[in-house]
């Protein structure tokens, strides 16, 4: 039972360009959403939040958008770096407290 | 700076061999999580401490045991591990429960072999 969910396990995208991630969820007492970036051998750094009460996040290069409705949420990174090769993980929480439930990851990799 | 520390990074136990793995942390968070992760999927939650309150989830095998003796440390001990139970194992903080508090910060990780 996934209750979030990242359908493209891989991305390539050209250095300049937008790298558009998309993440699914299906329970509805989620409220909370962050974005996790992971490179091999290390854990996953926090990259940005959103809450629930909110449709839109942004943090330099950086924007989650929040779509309710469609229990959707994606991250924007403009313009894309080589440096932002990574795996890149949604997660998800409720308002029962702090538990993360991950997606599955998907895998970005930024060709100069 | 401020940050997780896990140790060591690369652990080879034997087969049913007890292996306990390290956490530190100096953001002075007060909630600590365990997470197992195999290769290729999702960070899977095993337990959090918040302050000295331990919650385990409900289908962490018994084989799985944490200790926290103060603020800054907890250790995650495997009493039996097993060929399943190779993977990497991810030690989170976050400063509290709830509410403006959800951002979980990970350590680098300790990647478990088992022979």
């Known amino acids: 039972d996934q209750q979030v969910k990242q359908n493209s396990p891989s991305l390539s995208v050209q250095e300049g360009r937008i790298s558009i991630l998309n993440c699914d969820y299906t329970?509805?007492?989620?409220?909370?959403f962050l974005w996790y970036k992971k490179y091999p051998a290390e854990g996953p750094t926090f990259l940005i939040s959103?809450?629930?009460?909110?449709d839109k996040n942004e943090d330099g290069r950086f924007t989650v958008f929040l779509n309710k409705s469609a229990k959707h949420l994606s991250l924007h990174i403009v313009p894309s770096q080589p440096g932002d090769s990574a795996v890149y993980f949604c997660?998800?929480?409720?308002?029962?407290?702090?538990?993360?439930?991950f997606g599955g990851g998907t895998r970005v990799l930024v060709k100069p | 700076d401020a940050m997780v520390i896990q140790n060591p990074r690369y652990q080879v136990t034997q087969f049913g061999k007890p292996v306990t793995l390290s956490c530190s942390q100096t953001?002075?968070?007060?909630?600590m999580y365990w997470y197992q992760q195999k290769s290729s999927q999702a960070p899977k939650l095993l337990f959090h401490?918040?302050?000295?309150?331990?919650?385990n989830e409900a289908d962490t095998p018994d084989n799985f045991q944490s200790r926290r003796p103060n603020t800054s440390f907890c250790f995650l001990d495997i009493r039996s591990p097993g060929l399943g139970d190779a993977a990497m194992y991810l030690c989170?903080?976050?400063?509290?429960?709830?509410?403006?508090?959800?951002?979980?910060?990970f350590g680098p990780g300790t990647r478990l072999t088992v022979t």
């Open positions: 997660a998800a929480s409720g308002a029962a407290g702090n538990k993360l439930t």
């Open positions: 329970n509805s007492m989620f409220d909370y």
């Open positions: 959103i809450s629930s009460i909110k």
């Open positions: 953001l002075n968070h007060n909630v």
């Open positions: 401490y918040y302050d000295k309150d331990f919650n």
């Open positions: 989170a903080t976050s400063r509290e429960m709830g509410q403006g508090a959800r951002e979980q910060y």
